[in-house]
């Protein structure tokens, strides 16, 4: 395949800076981490601003930068719909009713609260799913990188691969979870910086918003007023598929439970900013359509074959669009800025399936009684383990049409059916730790027999089975766990304070003004998703 762009040396100069930064990061922090709780949690000392920054950043992988330009040219505004509807309403549910369980109980990781909360079993469940889950999404970044340097600049697909593991292997190694979120406040600032002439660029050159809308297929800029029926959209889904399997269980699922975007949470100096970590990243995650659906729009307005041809899948539609506008020496920057994605979420990925792995699984299986070093050497140990097993899964997600779609088949097995056994969890105390188990493992089951044995033409579109997967894995756990907590015996009710609400008190912000509180601060995002909604109907 031939290259549709060569570097020059300006544009390997701001590489290979970038390069000698994130290092550069990890060697510095290498001598503050003493502690597991240092490697593991940062201590539990970074402002809010920081993790809410780490906490976007962390999901701005991928998925976001590659996978959502390639579903923008799809399926037009309504992929939109991931950053509203299906992401906003969660953080913020996160942010004001989850948080204070995960802070105050001390938990390390989202399996030891399963541990708290129901039993041992549903702990180690969650935590061999999310250990599966993670080393699978891992590889996603590392092949859509492979994929833009092989297209763009002609870069071996397999050397792309080597070195950039190779990067967050050592600088995640040596600084832990800080070297990571501190790496990610600078990638996400770095990614806003090399993508955003995109959208300016293209807008101006195709005569502004009504002037690409005048290139597209009719329908491409609306949110709802196509999803009366799924025959009357691209993406094949009508409007209660997208509240129900987006809206409800996937992003419930995912922005609540997964433990890569909880752990930056975690890190957070005290309880109030655990709760703003999450609603000041909402801020924020609101606008990054910006950077990755317009382009998208854009791409399909240029190139108006692009998804109807072998060569052109809709995953180069953001490398297509770099190569058109970017000159020599703005290359280097939007590499670097893809780059900077790439490796942020693979970073994320990383330190949460170091975690996992090293207090849910190694110490709670293997190891019980080491010394705290201990720990702290075999995190490092999983460091690269993680980034083998993730080199191995970037091949693995080679093998699907979209990037998006690998994604949202990995949430619907695991994500979906963890949030019903999280809801019923924190919100109803009958629960039993029986029933958490059998429902969460029920759901994981009930979500892969659907993948593999339901045919993929009961569903409009990859999208839309994704979404009533989800929806039915989560339903098969909610049943599950209510059915067999009505026979099996529960916890009593001291075991459960500060886990369930109810039996937990409340965290009171009276004394600070209004603009630190996270009740307000949630209300003011959630009036601007609603005037989001209601301009882009």
Do not use: C
């Amino acid at each position: 395949m031939h290259a549709l762009f060569h570097a020059n040396a300006v544009d390997y100069i701001i590489i290979l800076v970038y390069f000698a930064f994130v290092l550069g990061v990890g060697f510095v922090l290498r001598n503050r981490v003493h502690t597991g709780e240092d490697f593991f949690l940062s201590g539990r000392s970074i402002p809010a601003w920081i993790t809410g920054l780490a906490f976007l950043s962390a999901n701005l992988g991928a998925l976001e930068i590659l996978g959502m330009t390639a579903s923008g040219a799809e399926y037009g505004m309504l992929t939109t719909h991931f950053y509203w509807i299906g992401a906003i309403p969660a953080m913020l549910f996160l942010g004001l009713y989850m948080m204070p369980f995960y802070y105050v109980s001390k938990v390390r990781s989202v399996p030891e609260f399963l541990k708290l909360r129901y039993n041992e079993a549903t702990r180690a469940l969650n935590a061999i799913a999310f250990a599966v889950m993670t080393v699978l999404t891992s590889g996603i970044s590392l092949y859509s990188m492979a994929l833009i340097f092989q297209i763009l600049i002609g870069w071996s697909f397999d050397t792309s691969i080597l070195v950039s593991a190779l990067v967050v292997l050592i600088y995640v190694a040596l600084g832990g979870l800080t070297s990571s979120i501190f790496n990610e406040v600078v990638q996400f600032f770095l990614i806003w910086a090399g993508l955003l002439p995109i959208p300016l660029i293209g807008l101006h050159n195709l005569g502004g918003w009504q002037g690409m809308m005048s290139r597209l297929p009719a329908g491409f800029g609306h949110l709802w007023a196509n999803l009366g029926s799924p025959s009357h959209n691209p993406m094949g889904i009508g409007w209660l598929g997208v509240v129900l399997g987006l809206g409800f269980v996937l992003s419930f699922g995912y922005w609540t439970t997964d433990f890569l975007v909880v752990q930056r949470t975690l890190a957070a100096k005290d309880l109030r900013a655990a709760q703003l970590t999450p609603i000041y990243a909402a801020f924020f995650k609101m606008i990054v359509p910006i950077l990755v659906i317009i382009p998208g729009l854009i791409a399909l307005a240029i190139f108006p074959k692009i998804g109807h041809s072998p060569n052109m899948s809709y995953n180069l539609a953001l490398p297509l669009l770099i190569a058109k506008y970017y000159p020599p020496g703005m290359l280097g920057l939007g590499l670097t800025a893809m780059l900077a994605s790439f490796m942020s979420g693979m970073a994320g990925n990383v330190t949460a399936f170091t975690t996992v792995w090293t207090y849910d699984i190694y110490q709670a299986y293997i190891k019980k009684d080491a010394p705290d070093r201990h720990y702290v050497n075999m995190g490092r140990w999983a460091v690269i383990v993680g980034v083998i097993i993730s080199i191995g899964t970037a091949y693995f997600a080679a093998g699907f049409p979209s990037v998006m779609d690998y994604m949202q088949t990995l949430f619907s097995f695991f994500n979906a059916p963890l949030f019903g056994t999280f809801l019923l969890g924190m919100f109803w105390k009958k629960a039993t730790p029986w029933g958490g188990f059998w429902g969460l493992l029920a759901g994981i089951v009930g979500a892969f027999a659907m993948y593999f044995f339901l045919p993929a033409h009961m569903f409009s579109s990859p999208d839309a089975g994704n979404f009533w997967r989800a929806w039915w894995a989560w339903v098969i756990t909610v049943v599950v766990t209510v059915l067999v907590s009505l026979v099996t015996k529960g916890k009593q009710p001291e075991e459960l304070e500060g886990l369930v609400y109810g039996l937990s008190k409340r965290p009171d912000y009276s004394g600070y003004p209004w603009y630190k509180r996270p009740g307000y601060l949630a209300a003011i995002v959630f009036v601007i998703l609603v005037g989001l909604n209601i301009a882009f109907w």
